[in-house]
């Protein structure tokens, strides 16, 4: 029986990361795309890229000003871009300041057309997701999407996030939109046991590393997983508006307990404020 239950949950658990992988499979193949490129515009791009990197960065020389440490109470946060040629990628205009604060608690609220859902954020566990959440807030990235996945076998899990989810019912292509950069992970439970208890919050991501974007996943009962996503936050209010919407069961679009959730539940905006 527990071999039986273990296939079941390695099944769920691919279905959880094959629509980030599909994304990430698109992304290389327009990197590829763009490496044929002449021989003069690739001389312009890289000179281009170098000035732009010294200017940015600095040299390797420690004595110097640009080598110095970031400001107490922050680190560096490594975005990593993404262009929008595949049709998937939200453009912000930008990208989140290079140092995030590491200190404090903020809170996420989520305004549902469920409801309220809000959840406590520990900055010096998550400094550059809290980054990524408070920059994309800002943008109103996440306004009017929906939520477009529900997990009811063995994965306990309604997964949101996807900007180009919205509108009445659901897309073959919801699931793999986000924002144009992505980062690392932190806050991995290694050692926890579950490693997704219930009221956790944790990010999306494909298998590769540094693949974290704007998707993000509400787990509503106890749920093992790879200690691979990272632990954004804990729900402080509004579980109850997940547990309904799990409740009234997925429509089995990837497979039995994989899907569509039958209780469609929108994000009407999201804020991250100081605590």
């Not at 273990?6 to 994304?23: N, S, T």
Request: glycine share 10%.
């Amino acid at each position: 029986m527990s071999s039986i239950k273990d296939r079941q949950r390695a099944a769920a658990r691919a279905r959880l990361e094959k629509e980030m992988a599909e994304r990430a499979a698109a992304a290389k193949k327009r990197r590829q795309r763009q490496a044929v490129i002449g021989s003069a515009l690739a001389v312009i791009v890289i000179a281009g890229a170098a000035v732009w990197i010294v200017a940015a960065l600095g040299n390797d020389d420690s004595s110097g000003t640009d080598g110095a440490a970031p400001p107490p109470g922050t680190v560096v946060c490594d975005w990593i871009t993404e262009d929008g040629s595949g049709g998937k990628v939200k453009d912000t205009g930008g990208v989140p300041p290079a140092n995030a604060p590491n200190t404090g608690k903020s809170t996420l609220t989520i305004d549902t057309s469920l409801g309220v859902v809000t959840a406590a954020v520990d900055l010096s566990k998550t400094p550059c997701t809290g980054a990524a959440f408070t920059y994309l807030a800002s943008k109103k990235f996440w306004d009017n999407s929906k939520c477009h996945r529900l997990t009811t076998e063995n994965i306990k899990v309604l997964q949101c996030g996807d900007p180009s989810a919205s509108g009445k019912g659901y897309r073959e292509t919801d699931g793999q939109g986000g924002p144009n950069f992505k980062y690392a992970e932190e806050n991995l439970p290694t050692n926890a046991k579950p490693t997704y208890p219930k009221g956790t919050i944790a990010m999306a991501k494909t298998s590769a590393p540094k693949t974290t974007g704007s998707q993000f996943f509400i787990v509503y009962a106890d749920t093992e997983l790879p200690p691979d996503y990272t632990v954004l936050g804990t729900v402080t209010k509004g579980l109850d508006i997940v547990e309904g919407v799990a409740k009234a069961g997925s429509d089995n679009a990837n497979g039995q307990g994989d899907g569509h959730p039958k209780k469609e539940i929108d994000i009407k905006s999201i804020t991250m404020a100081g605590a």
